[in-house]
């Protein structure tokens, strides 16, 4: 077994930066590493940043279409694609605040697990294991 590689040291270690304020952490890594972001697109990745930024202990924002297109610089139709998309993928759930409104509460969802393609490099590496052999990275 090789040894582990040291962590690599930030370039301004005395300016970390540490949760501070009403942070509650709402993006999960899930989104990073299962493909996400891609499904996503630059818009509904940026709808859901802001949603997750303005989210409550609970994971709800109250922010309407309009208020979320100016501080994102995106025109209406593009914030309702991107929160379509966001509905369609299971990211964000809605609730209006009433009949016929299209404002009301976003709640960030848990993020569903992406199946990995059997032809990455983690499923090759996973599949050899399955089978016995040593992995890529263990020789």
């Known amino acids: ?3 582990q590689k040291p962590r690599p040291i930030p370039p301004r270690p005395e300016l970390l930066r540490r949760p ?3 942070s509650f952490g709402w993006l999960e890594t899930h989104l990073l590493h299962d493909g996400w ?3 996503l697109a630059p818009d509904a990745t940026a709808v859901l940043v802001l949603l997750a930024l303005a989210a409550d202990e609970h994971g709800s924002s109250f922010y309407g279409r309009d208020r979320m297109g100016s501080l ?3 025109d209406r139709a593009r914030i ?3 929160l379509a998309r966001l509905l369609e993928l299971g990211l964000v759930a809605h609730r209006p605040w009433g009949n016929g409104h299209p404002d009301g509460v976003w ?3 848990p993020v569903q697990r992406i199946a990995r393609r059997a032809g990455s490099a983690e ?3 996973d599949i050899l294991g399955q ?3 040593k992995r890529p990275s263990e020789t």
């Open 37 to 39: 972001l891609s499904r």
């Open 20 to 22: 501070a304020g009403r």
């Open 1 to 3: 077994m090789r040894p």
């Open 123 to 125: 499923g090759v590496r």
């Open 107 to 109: 709640q960030l969802l």
């Open 131 to 133: 089978l016995g052999l």
């Open 72 to 74: 994102l610089g995106l």
């Open 80 to 82: 309702d694609r991107s």
